[in-house]
T-cell receptor, first 116, second 115 residues
């Protein structure tokens, strides 16, 4: 069954340091997409980064990179040079390619707090 | 450009009443999605519209929930005979297309409280 697991309910990081948020997934579909979203305390969901199952290279978007290990079914988010504004809830999500369903399956989220 | 908009931002209703939640997707986006977010259940998919295809209703929790999308744009989520367990934030999202590689852009949500 399709599932996303985020095992870190809360994380702390010092400003300007790097942090890794863990995400593992489970699917039998060979075609899938993996997404990370940020949700600040204001509530809006902000798209950060996407990784396709057939992509050969890890995705990067500015300070965000996705450490994609397909054999281990993990898609960890790495935030470099943390900023105070990075404090938020982070969600890992997956969408399968077959079945023509649009749904994103979300993990339970990780709350990140950046310390000055 | 304008993002996804939702109205109302907050809605308080009495148990048993019907409510309608509205979503305006980003102009030109063909796909539209509804999710809800609650403390107990996390983020749950409700329904997906893509172009003129039949919607994917697989996430609707009961027949009290329905949604429509008129003219391929605005969508309305209707909850009939609301129950306290319907209290949640209802999020709408849209994407440029329906493929898995299209990121979904979310609206600010409607916070529904059923008393």
């Amino acid at each position: 069954a399709q599932k996303i697991t985020q095992t870190q309910p809360g994380m702390f990081v010092q400003e300007k340091e790097a942090v890794t948020l863990d995400c593992t997934y489970d699917t039998s579909d060979p075609s899938y997409g993996l997404f990370w979203y940020k949700q600040p305390s204001s509530g809006e969901m902000i798209f950060l980064i996407y990784q396709g199952s057939y992509d050969q290279q890890n995705a990067t978007e500015g300070r965000y990179s996705l450490n994609f290990q397909k054999a281990r079914k993990s898609a960890n988010l790495v935030i470099s040079a943390s900023q105070l504004g990075d404090s938020a809830m982070y969600f890992c999500a997956m969408r399968e390619g077959t079945g023509n369903t649009g749904k994103l399956i979300f993990g339970q989220g990780t709350t990140l707090q950046v310390k000055p | 450009g304008a993002g996804v908009s939702q109205s109302p931002s907050n809605k308080v209703t009495e148990k048993g009443k019907d409510v309608e939640l509205r979503c305006d997707p980003i102009s030109g986006h063909t796909a539209l999605y509804w999710y809800r977010q609650s403390l107990g259940q996390g983020l749950e998919f409700l329904i997906y519209f893509q172009g003129n295809s039949a919607p994917d209703k697989s996430g609707l929790p009961s027949d009290r929930f329905s949604a429509e999308r008129t003219g391929g744009s605005v969508s309305t989520l209707t909850i009939q005979r609301t129950q306290q367990e319907d209290s949640a934030v209802y999020l709408c999202a849209s994407s440029l297309g329906g493929g898995i590689f299209y990121e979904q852009y979310f609206g600010p949500g409607t916070r529904l409280t059923v008393t």
